[in-house]
């Protein structure tokens, strides 16, 4: 980078220095570039993103309409994608990525509505998969799923809390990736703390009294996240 931002210099002095024979015309289009060069360099972003493995859940016209539908139902307007402003962290329950994987894939559910799913499911040795694209509208946190994220984390079966090591690694590497590419992400919350959330002035629901009280994925895990991922300012709720 270093490299490449000297060569890019060199080449705004030295070439119309070279090519042109009138000074003021030089000095002009050299004041030019260099104001240029600055915005540049101030506005590239480090993203440091963790090995995350694509494997789409069904992302046909279909989803996208039951999309719109669900959009239009509960937020009252009909849209696919997502401004993320918080990330909801959830555990689905069962023991295996592959069976949850099936579980999200098809597109509607019974009752002929958007199926269940999020963007992310990590599984119990931190493999990170990434199921939609990350800021397409998907139906994990009810009151939120407008605005949020969501990652899946394979366990929790009998409400027990056993997520890995491995699996808050890969959280805190996810987040901060998310954080860092989306500097509109303010919030990270445990899906069971979607009451407390309202705080955050985020919650927005149509459909009165759809409500589904949570405990995933407790508060051991959503305490070791904030631990970890104190130096970003990222805001966290009472574990
Ligand atoms: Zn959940």
Known sequence: MKRLLIVLFALLFCIPVFASGGKNTTDKEQTADLSGVK???????????????????????????????????????????????????HWTE???????????????????????????LVDRDGTIFRLTP??????????????????????????????????????????????????????????YQQKSAEKSGLYKESVSGYYHAKVDPGPKFMKALQKNLKDTGLLFFKP
């Open 94 to 120: 069962s023991p295996e990525a592959d069976g949850v994987y099936e579980y999200f894939y098809k597109e509607a559910r019974a009752d002929g509505t958007l199926n269940v799913c999020s963007q992310f």
């Open 134 to 191: 990350e800021t397409m509208l998907d139906r994990h946190a009810i009151g939120y799923n407008w605005c949020a994220i969501g990652i899946e984390n394979v366990g929790g079966v009998d409400r027990k809390e056993d997520l890995t090591p491995e699996q808050l690694q890969a959280d805190v590497l996810l987040i901060r990736y998310l954080w860092e590419k989306y500097p509109t992400v303010r919030y990270v919350w445990g899906h």
């Open 39 to 89: 915005e540049i360099s101030t506005s590239v972003r480090t993203v440091t993103a963790p090995i995350i493995i694509d494997r789409p859940v069904r992302l046909t016209e279909y989803r996208k309409r039951l999309t719109r539908e669900y959009a239009f139902r509960h937020y009252g307007e009909e849209f696919t994608e997502i401004v993320p402003q918080a990330v909801i962290v």
